[in-house]
């Protein structure tokens, strides 16, 4: 991933609204509305050869991955 790429997600991650998490604090934002707002900014992460967001997010060092299991289905933040 060269370092457009990275200053363009981080852009992205800027862009979006942020959740505050019991016990994890401020700043955290749901990869269900990252994933789309990758999309929309032009940056495939399929295209560039990762199956799955988490996979791209994790590789790009870039993010902490938080994974809140309290609910039935685990939903996912980055940080």
Excluded: R
């Excluded at 509305?33 to 988490?54: H, N, Q, R, T, V």
């Amino acid at each position: 991933m060269n370092n457009d790429t990275l200053q363009e997600i981080i852009s992205v991650y800027h862009s979006l609204q942020k959740d505050s998490l019991p016990e994890k604090g401020e700043g955290w934002v749901n990869m269900a509305k990252f994933g789309p707002a990758l999309l929309k900014a032009g940056i495939d992460y399929k295209g560039m050869g990762y199956e799955k967001l988490y996979e791209f997010v994790s590789k790009s060092g870039v993010f902490e991955v938080y994974s809140d299991t309290s609910c039935k289905v685990p939903v996912k933040y980055i940080k």
